[in-house]
């Protein structure tokens, strides 16, 4: 299931906005995460029209947690080396989205001044960015129009695999961390610790793949280990 979540939302009309879209392509479970605009407000009542029951029902919440899938939304990209900034297109990311339809996927949008700032963006298993003009900037309603009608194009592509889930990903991710550490420089094993991360969260790994690779993975753990025990034991005659 795909929860919409807007962080720090600051206008009630876009926050209304934001509902009827979410009622004009089927999706209807909303999060709040320190809004600055009240859910109560009658302008985003107004605007929300026969949305409304989707405001109403909105959650309210401190922070982000519980969610298989974190998917963030940023209209500022980078280059080939801004990793965090490295996006997919509304259609590419749609079409992995609908091989997670078992898995709790939320899709993310930031304030209306600023976006997701760079750290949260670091957690995302991939972003979205909607190329647009010179001024590349969509009003919040607008881009999660965009998003969720390419979200809704797919919705009848039913995946024949089962996904991984937080647990598979989360158990990958630190695997990878150990071996990059024992491999590379500190300031190295971070920037490729990135990179892994936002590679498993791009290629929506199903069980069976997730299993596969973390087996190599801890393969090649274990003969890490193994070489340095050897190397660490006195030699014959020393």
């Known amino acids: 299931m795909i929860s919409i979540v807007l962080i720090g939302t600051e206008s009630s009309e876009n926050l209304g906005a934001v509902c009827r879209v979410m009622k004009n392509f089927g999706f209807r479970d909303l999060i709040l995460v320190n809004p600055k605009c009240s859910k109560d407000d009658i302008k985003a009542e107004i605007v929300s029209k026969h949305a409304y029951d989707i405001l109403k029902h909105a959650k309210v919440r401190k922070q982000l947690r519980g969610f298989d899938y974190v998917v963030g939304t940023t209209a500022k990209i980078g280059g080939d080396y801004n990793i965090v900034r490295t996006p997919l297109s509304p259609e590419q990311a749609a079409e992995k989205l609908s091989m997670l339809s078992s898995t709790r996927v939320a899709l993310v949008f930031g304030p209306e001044s600023t976006g997701l700032n760079n750290e ?76 892994w991360r936002r590679l498993v969260g791009q290629s929506t790994l199903s069980k069976r793949e997730a299993f596969t690779l973390l087996g190599f993975l801890t393969k090649v753990e274990n003969e890490m280990n193994l070489n340095k025990r050897k190397n660490q034991e006195p030699r014959a005659g020393s």
């Not at 972003?127 to 003009?133: F, L, M």
């Not at 969720?148 to 630190?174: A, C, R």
């Open 120 to 195: 949260f963006l670091k957690k995302c298993d991939f972003i979205i960015n909607i190329p647009a003009s010179d001024y590349g900037t969509l009003n919040l309603s607008h881009a999660v129009a965009i998003i969720l009608y390419e979200l809704f194009k797919h919705k009848g592509l039913k995946p024949k695999i089962e996904p991984m889930s937080s647990v598979e990903k989360q158990v990958l991710n630190k695997k990878f961390s150990r071996i990059a550490k024992e491999l590379f420089s500190r300031d190295r094993a971070k920037i490729e610790v990135q990179m």
